[in-house]
């Protein structure tokens, strides 16, 4: 037997924190070491934090990199274990994103990543250059390109991110040249369910080229991307170990290398695979022998042993209920976005939430809390304030449903009216437009931006941080005021859609038996800017509206082709009713654009997000001749 216990660590990093970044990971390095870890893995980027963005233009930004990779080796150099780090170099113009082998106190090779994904939040191609197949360089007088490291416990493969996402990436080429364990270093962000694809990926990798792989995500939230963290170890395609998301740390487990060979001799089809690669020319991967670098202690590590100590029964099952791994994966993202941006960005001192008594605000609110129990426990509500800004809409029911959940969870609350401000401004607009009336939706805004002009003045005065309460399906369709509940500092729940909002109440309802959930949720959504004012009777149902906008900006139909599948979805909704409804979504939709490029920096939690830096890249200015039928 060849026995290696591999470690996976999480480390909370921030972009530019170059020092504070690898200060974390010696902690977790010397942890692993004195754990008799053999072979430790970090995250893509771990030094620089990621995503950099353009700041890896910025020579002194890449180059501030690599006294502390070295820092980094020398205060590791008498530890009995090797580690894959993630940093950038600059090379011959180019900047590369690299997976750094580091043991016995140097820096032993660098292997650049060769995937570049620019999709979706991802912009790499924009600042860093590719590796190559056959690439064999020097940098620093270290090994960079594409090789395997030779150590005394087998034959490493690293590799970055989005390599392992390619069924044409590197790994193929160097488990065809020998490699066993293929080393993976990844940032890749949270998105609702996608960890359930990740472990799918991984297994199939590692059974299609019959290696082990050892897979290392990020940590932590930078600019509205979250990272969940959590890690992967899989031989052969059968799932080892699966390290916890959203906290720091690091978790290790022991592997047979043997075992992963032997298994690659009983696979007919990958053998016969790699000699078709051979005979059509494949080129082996050059191997680096670290063999005198570092000398491994594995003499004390033991044979793993199966639940149950049994080969044939299967272990405890530790998967949470569908509903439960859902709402609380998503709701320890958003918590983890809000306390990172809270943190990390050292600007702030408190958070502050505008409620109105209805469902976006209490979830907003919730999710800060979340994060305030675990940055204050002893005192999580004095991280809050918490204002209610009444106007002669706003409803006893909203107010007591405010005041209720704000007590419930230590929240200071102060209920400040602006019915005397609308007055003058109401009278001051109606000054300005002379013989024109002021119209009902102007009256509905002024209320909106008197509310979100009193928490900018608080947050000047007290360094707090303005949280934004709208949710994705109200501002997808301009449900929402320029300058007023559009605003804020960071938009929390803009990402979510309504439908979610409300699934995640009743969950928490359930969880948690907040009377001040209970009350919000006994109300009709609505904003109460206007009497009787209900959201769903001014749009249309939550479920349709959250349906068309999926439908149109997801999947990219068209509003006859959104017609078709809605009716499938929605039989006991007539045609023609429906049919209006989508006309109401793609005319709102388009002509909202200018709106949400106005909103502030959101959390990002999937692939459909309203963010026109990240995400949903559309024009403002554009024509809708093409949305109709010919």
Known sequence: MRLVKLGLASVNTTVGAFSKNTDRALAQAKKMAADGVTLGVFQEQLIAGYPAEDLVQWQGFIDRQWPELERFARETA??????????GIAWQGLRLNCAAVVAGGRVLGLVPKEKLPTYSVFYEARTF??????MAETHRGVPLGDYLFQFDFGLVAPEVC????????PMRRRTYSGAELVVNLSASPFRLGFVETRRELIATRAADHQCTIAYCNGLGSNDGLIFDGGGFLNQNGRHVMETPRFQEGYAAAVVDLDRT???RGEATTWRVDREAWVTNGGQRVPVVDCTAAVRTRREALTYPVPPHRSFFLPGPDQRRPGREALCEDLLDALALGVGDYFEKTRAFKVLGIALSGGRDSLLTLLIAHRYAKKARREDPGSLIRAFYMPSRYSSDATSDAAETIARELGVPFQVVSIDEAFERERAVAQKMLGDKPVTAITEQNIQARLRAQRMWNWSNSCGGLFLQTGNMSEKSVGYTTIGGDLMGALAVIANVPKTVVMYLLDYLQETTGYEGIKKVLAKPAGPELAH????E???????????CFYLHAGEKLTPAEMLQALTAMFPEVEAARLGGYVEKFVRLFHQSIYKWVQSPLSLHIGNLDLDRERALQLPVVTGTEWLREG
């Open 78 to 87: 008498s530890l009995p274990t090797v580690f894959v780090v993630g940093v």
């Open 129 to 134: 250059g590719r590796g190559q197949p056959g």
């Open 162 to 169: 989005e390599d392992i996402w390619s069924a044409d990436g």
């Open 261 to 263: 060979l032997r298994l």
């Open 532 to 535: 009787n004012q209900v959201g």
């Open 537 to 547: 009777e001014e749009l249309m149902p939550f479920p349709v509206l959250d349906a």
